[in-house]
């Protein structure tokens, strides 16, 4: 498997930006499919993001569609989630997590996973 970190997290106001990264070590980065998921307070874990092994087709959550760009860097084996015009809907956890097969938005198919970083969004 491969080993995720993200940081980036924080707290920002209503309208404002945030960028997330990525870091993966462990295995070859560029086989995997990345993704972005959150998990707020009392919710299920939900699909955000996610693209393809060279970078050329992301997929998103109608929730952040037009909002939230993800994109990758296979040189330096990181996957970016640029999140702009935050909502405070958008407050959860984010997690990082990789996948070998394109196309899935449920969290039982990606197999690693990161640790999370916190983003706040005050209103």
């Known amino acids: 498997q491969v080993q995720l970190v993200e940081s980036g997290g924080g707290l920002v106001q209503a309208g404002g930006s945030l960028r997330l990264s990525c870091a993966a070590s462990?295995?070859?980065?560029?086989?995997?499919?990345m993704g972005w998921f959150r998990q707020a307070p009392g919710k299920e874990r939900e699909f955000v993001a996610a693209?393809?092994?060279?970078?050329?087709?992301?997929y998103y959550a109608a929730s952040v569609k037009g909002r939230f760009t993800i994109s990758r860097d296979n040189a330096k084996n990181t996957v970016y989630l640029q999140m702009n015009s935050l909502k405070p809907e958008d407050t959860a956890v984010y997690y990082c997590a990789a996948d070998q097969t394109y196309g899935s938005t449920w969290y039982g198919s990606f197999g690693s996973w990161g640790q999370g970083t916190q983003v706040t969004v005050s209103s």
């Open positions: 462990g295995r070859t980065f560029s086989n995997y499919v």
């Open positions: 693209i393809s092994w060279s970078g050329t087709s992301p």
